[in-house]
C-alpha cells in the first residue's frame, strides 16, 4: 500500500489485547429503578412519573449540522444576589442529575454516582458564600474523572449591579524562573529560564520544592487534586502544573525550599519571571 512507508519501524504487535465481548458496563444506561420504590410512591405516581418519561419533550428542539440536540434551558436565577442553601443544592441536583441521565461515561467513573450526590449534600448546605459554593463546584466536575468537565466562575449579580469603580493599577505579578514537573506526589524543577541562575546552580534541575515563599508545595497539589478533573494520573499532572505555576506566582522576590539529593536547602532573593516566558520555553 502507499501509505505503508509512513508506519514503517513504528508499529509493534500489541500484548493481551483483549477484546470486550460485554459492553454493557461501558454504556450510559440511565437508571430510573427508583420510581418503583413502593415505600415512597404510590402506584398511581409512579405511573405519573414513568408517564413524564415516556413523554415529556422540551418546548423546542434544536439541530446542529443535521443531528438532533434537545435544548432545554434552566433559569439561571440570575437576579439574585447570593446563593443560599436552596440554590446551592439546587445547582448540585442539576449536575447530579445531567451526569446521571445523560453522560455516557458515568459507569466508568470511580466512584457510584449515588454515592456521590449523598457525600456532596452536606458539602453543598455549608458552603455558606460564593467561593464556597464555587469550590464544591470545582470538585463536584472532578467526580466523574473526565478532564472535559470544568467549573466557570462569574461575577455574582451583586457586583454587576453596582456602579463602575476606578480601581488602583494591578500588581504586576511575576513567576518563579523555573518550569515544573510532577512525580508522584512531589514537584521537581524541570527547567531553569534564567541562565545566569542555571549557571550559579543556586537552584538545580532536579529540585524538588517544598516551598515557594510561604506557600506549602504539598498541600497546594492536594489542593489542585481536589479540584483538577482528569480521567488519568498523567492528565491530572499536566493540568495541574500550569494551575501550580500560576498560584506560586508573586509581587517579590522569591524564596525556596527545596531538597537536593539528602540536603534540604533555602534559597532567597530570586527574581521571578514573566509568565509569558513560562509557557513558551
Known amino acids: 500500500m502507499k501509505a505503508d512507508w509512513i508506519l514503517k519501524g513504528k508499529l509493534s504487535k500489541l500484548d493481551n489485547?483483549?477484546?470486550?465481548?460485554?459492553t454493557s458496563n461501558y454504556i450510559r444506561q440511565?437508571?430510573?429503578?427508583?420510581?418503583?420504590n413502593d415505600t415512597m410512591f404510590s402506584k398511581e405516581?409512579?405511573?405519573?412519573?414513568?408517564?413524564?418519561?415516556?413523554?415529556?419533550?422540551?418546548?423546542?428542539?434544536?439541530?446542529?449540522?443535521g443531528s438532533e440536540v434537545i435544548?432545554?434551558?434552566?433559569?439561571?436565577?440570575?437576579?439574585?444576589?447570593?446563593?443560599?442553601?436552596?440554590?446551592?443544592?439546587?445547582?448540585?441536583?442539576?449536575y447530579w442529575n445531567i451526569v446521571n441521565y445523560f453522560y455516557p461515561y458515568k459507569n466508568l467513573a470511580d466512584k457510584n454516582w449515588d454515592s456521590v450526590l449523598v457525600e456532596n449534600i452536606p458539602r453543598f448546605e455549608k458552603a455558606n458564600s460564593y467561593y464556597g459554593y464555587f469550590y464544591q463546584i470545582q470538585h463536584l466536575t472532578t467526580e466523574i474523572n473526565d478532564s472535559h468537565?470544568?467549573?466557570t466562575q462569574i461575577d455574582s449579580k451583586k457586583g454587576l449591579k453596582q456602579e463602575p469603580t476606578v480601581h488602583a493599577p494591578y500588581p504586576t505579578y511575576y513567576y518563579p524562573p523555573f518550569k515544573i514537573e510532577m512525580h508522584d506526589t512531589n514537584l521537581f524543577i524541570?527547567?531553569?529560564?534564567?541562565?545566569?541562575?542555571?549557571?550559579?546552580?543556586?537552584?538545580?534541575?532536579?529540585d524538588m520544592l517544598l516551598k515557594v515563599n510561604d506557600k506549602d508545595v504539598s498541600k497546594a497539589i492536594s489542593y489542585f487534586r481536589n479540584n483538577t478533573p482528569s480521567s488519568t494520573e498523567q492528565s491530572f499532572r499536566n493540568a495541574a502544573k500550569y494551575s501550580l505555576i500560576r498560584y506560586l506566582a508573586d509581587t517579590s522576590l522569591f524564596s525556596f525550599i527545596v531538597v537536593r539529593e539528602k540536603d534540604t536547602l533555602k534559597v532567597t532573593n530570586i527574581k521571578g519571571v514573566d509568565y509569558t516566558l513560562t509557557k513558551n520555553c
Open 190 to 206: 524541570s527547567k531553569i529560564l534564567n541562565d545566569s541562575l542555571a549557571q550559579s546552580g543556586t537552584i538545580q534541575i532536579g
Open 17 to 22: 489485547f483483549k477484546i470486550l465481548n460485554d
Open 45 to 65: 405516581n409512579q405511573n405519573l412519573l414513568f408517564q413524564i418519561i415516556i413523554d415529556y419533550k422540551p418546548v423546542t428542539n434544536k439541530y446542529l449540522k
Open 149 to 151: 468537565a470544568w467549573g
Open 71 to 94: 435544548s432545554h434551558r434552566e433559569n439561571p436565577f440570575s437576579d439574585i444576589d447570593s446563593v443560599s442553601e436552596p440554590y446551592r443544592l439546587l445547582g448540585l441536583f442539576r
Open 30 to 36: 440511565p437508571d430510573f429503578t427508583w420510581i418503583k
